[in-house]
Every structure is written in C-alpha cells, then in structure tokens.
C-alpha cells in the first residue's frame, strides 16, 4: 500500500495555526479512511481526527472540535489537519494513519483499526 508521510509540524504559540499533511504513495488512496492520532510524553495515543475516503464524513475528538478541520485532496495523494486556536495541550506527536474501507462513508475511531502509520510530525506549543 505504500507510505504515510507527515509534515507540517512545528513549534506554534498559544493561539497560532499549523497545517499538518499526510501525503500517501500507493494507488489505492482514493480508497483509504485516514486519521490524525497524537501522543503527548507520558500519555497514551488518541485519536484527534478521522475523514472517510469520500470525505462525506469526518469525526473529532471532543478537545479539538471547533479548532482542528480534517480534509482530504484525493488528487494529490494528502490528507490535512487544519489547526487553529493552538492551546499548550495540543503539544504531541501527531500521526496520521490509514485503513483500506469498501464503504466511502465509514471513519475509523480506534488506533487498533487502523493498518498503517506515519512516523509521525512534532507539534509543540509554548505559552
């Protein structure tokens, strides 16, 4: 199926905006359910956000509602994590993460459902 490679990150302070992406290789793109998962030191990885491959539904995690917007450019092989309004327990290393789905409508919630992952991109925010 290919890679997972995140960019995007950085270092951000409170209140600021970064773009991750999660650019894909492989020919079955169009076809993958891909999350945004983040792990802080200390914790365990959480979900953040999730996009069905027909982008016609996406979820979020309760914390990141109404900052973070996950979109998809089927086109170009990427997924992105818009994320505004950046608070200090936004800093982690976010991973995006991607499952093959028959339905375009389905997100996937759980690290566990998901078959492959990124290295992963560094967000930090300072006060």
């Known amino acids: 199926q290919g890679q997972l490679v995140e960019s995007g990150g950085g270092l951000v302070q409170a209140g600021g905006s970064l773009r991750l992406s999660c650019a894909a290789s492989?020919?079955?793109?169009?076809?993958?359910?891909v999350g945004w998962f983040r792990q802080a030191p200390g914790k365990e990885r959480e979900v953040v956000a999730a996009i069905s491959w027909r982008s016609v539904s996406t979820r979020y995690a309760d914390s990141v509602k109404g900052r973070f917007t996950i979109s998809r450019d089927n086109a170009k092989n990427t997924v992105y994590l818009q994320m505004n309004s950046l608070k200090l327990d936004d800093t982690a290393v976010y991973y995006c993460a991607a499952r093959l789905s028959a339905d375009g409508t389905l997100t996937y919630y759980a690290s566990y459902e998901y078959a492959y992952w990124g290295q992963g991109t560094q967000v930090t925010v300072s006060s």
């Open positions: 492989g020919r079955d793109f169009g076809r993958l359910v």
